[in-house]
């Protein structure tokens, strides 16, 4: 341990820059081309595949990795992208481990699946580096569809807008585009600016204009995008952080898991990136992995996450779980936050055991922590004029909000997980629902 990481409060440069550069490489190397002959030629190409059904995108596995098999890499690449135009982040942050790696028939039957997870990006990262697009726009309809979010579910949903020969104009919040592909993914697994490359290489279309800083309520308004758009899709995600509503949550050293996670994303140098000597996440998302195990990596002595439910209710799977565990972070669970201590800054937090419906056993720990995550799940910021169902925008259908003229999809709409694969294929799916009503005049 360096005398860095045993220096209290919340400071930068805990370690040492070359070991930040190893510490925040690829999760996952790679497969070379031998390695994916080889991770493919397990696949038993099943006709009713079980992982087809467990993709939310329905790509084509089998097919795509016999055409790897085969050796026509640019073939599986474009069965892909057919389904899913973010194949390659899915492919590096989607849980393949509790979708279709866990429904593989080798999976079942052996306990190791095939690789799709790797075998999807071996076939898309080899196109997206030749440089090549495999979609042309179609002729230009006329029609004018606005997207509010440039994050996978309004990405996808610009890409396939576009390629029907429709002109989009996408808006978003943050200074660039890719929503939480670019800020809200542990670093580690899309380092070299690779959220940045695949939009830049989605955008290859054509017929997409993008505006940045530009957020509904502040410079766009619902009412204003139906007058000078033919359609309004809204991909705005999750803004808004839900509060321990606890005393002492003001204290320095108390934020959010999110912005923690973004700031790293957008840090030039790591060295500066302040973490504290003893971290404390509250949460049992994929969020509260990420930032877990990223202070940990940043120099942390000791990370805990601390979640209130039983190991088998914790919405991170058994592999994120795991992980954390095997980077040193420390996982309680059953406990609940409740109360912060310290003077000026954070010093420790107090957390009561509670049992499984949630009743407080009466036991308690004290915990040294000079920073504390909130991890406990985002919100919809407001939205005028939209019924919500859960706290999200109501949906029908291919995302239909109770506007006529206006679809959703993505974090923001009711209905499926927050997930990066789940928005792409909301946003695919709205895309086309939005491309008929336009192509029969039902707009």
């Not at 696949?43 to 995108?57: E, Q, R």
């Not at 989009?168 to 943050?174: E, G, I, K, P, S």
């Not at 308004?221 to 952080?241: E, I, K, P, W």
């Not at 939205?383 to 919500?388: E, F, S």
Request: proline share 4%.
């Amino acid at each position: 341990m360096t005398e860095a990481m045993r220096q209290d409060g919340i400071r930068a440069g805990r370690l040492a820059a070359e070991d930040l550069v190893r510490n925040f490489g690829d999760l996952h190397a790679p497969l070379g081309a031998h390695e994916a002959l080889v991770a493919a030629d397990r696949c038993y190409f099943c006709h009713d595949a079980p992982c087809v059904t467990a993709c939310p995108t329905d790509i084509d596995i089998p097919l795509f990795i016999r055409q790897i098999a085969t050796g026509m890499e640019d073939a599986a690449a474009k069965t892909i992208f057919d389904q899913n135009i973010l194949g390659g982040m899915c492919a590096r942050v989607c849980p393949t481990e509790t979708l279709c790696e866990e429904v593989c028939v080798r999976e079942v039957a052996e306990g190791k699946p095939v690789e799709i997870g790797r075998l999807q990006r071996f076939a898309t990262d080899a196109m997206m580096a030749a440089g090549e697009h495999p979609f042309v726009r179609a002729a230009d309809t006329g029609k004018r569809v606005a997207v509010v979010g440039a994050g996978p579910a309004g990405l996808a949903c610009a890409h396939r807008l576009a390629m029907h020969g429709h002109t989009v104009t996408m808006y978003d919040a943050r200074p660039k585009p890719g929503g939480l592909n670019e800020y809200g993914i542990a670093a580690y697994k899309t380092p070299n600016d690779y959220a940045q490359a695949e939009v830049d290489w989605l955008l290859k279309i054509g017929g997409i204009a993008v505006e940045t800083g530009k957020a509904l309520g502040d410079g766009l308004s619902l009412q204003h995008l139906r007058d000078d758009f033919d359609a309004v899709f809204l991909g705005v995600g999750l803004g808004g952080v839900g509060a321990l509503g606890l005393e002492g949550e003001a204290l320095t050293g108390t934020e959010n898991a999110v912005d923690f996670i973004a700031a790293l994303r957008q840090a030039p140098d790591l060295t500066a990136l302040p973490v504290g000597r003893h971290v404390v996440v509250i949460g049992g998302g994929m969020t509260a992995v990420d930032a877990a195990v990223q202070s940990k990596l940043l120099g942390a002595e000791t990370v805990t996450i601390a979640y209130r439910r039983g190991q088998d209710r914790m919405p991170a799977s058994r592999w994120e779980q795991d992980l954390a565990a095997t980077h040193g972070v420390r996982l309680m669970f059953g406990v609940i936050p409740q109360a912060l201590h310290g003077d000026d800054r954070l010093r420790e937090i107090e957390l009561a055991y509670v049992g499984a419906d949630m009743t407080p056993t009466g036991e308690t720990q004290r915990l040294s922590a000079d920073q504390l995550f909130r991890a406990i799940g985002q919100k919809l910021e407001t939205v005028d004029g939209l019924a919500l169902d859960g706290g999200k925008i109501a949906v029908t259908g291919a995302g239909r909000t109770s506007v006529d003229g206006v679809w959703a999809g993505g974090d923001c709409a009711s209905g499926g997980e927050d997930l990066t694969v789940t928005a792409v294929a909301e946003g695919r799916d709205a895309a086309m629902d939005i491309h008929a009503a336009l192509t029969q005049g039902r707009l």
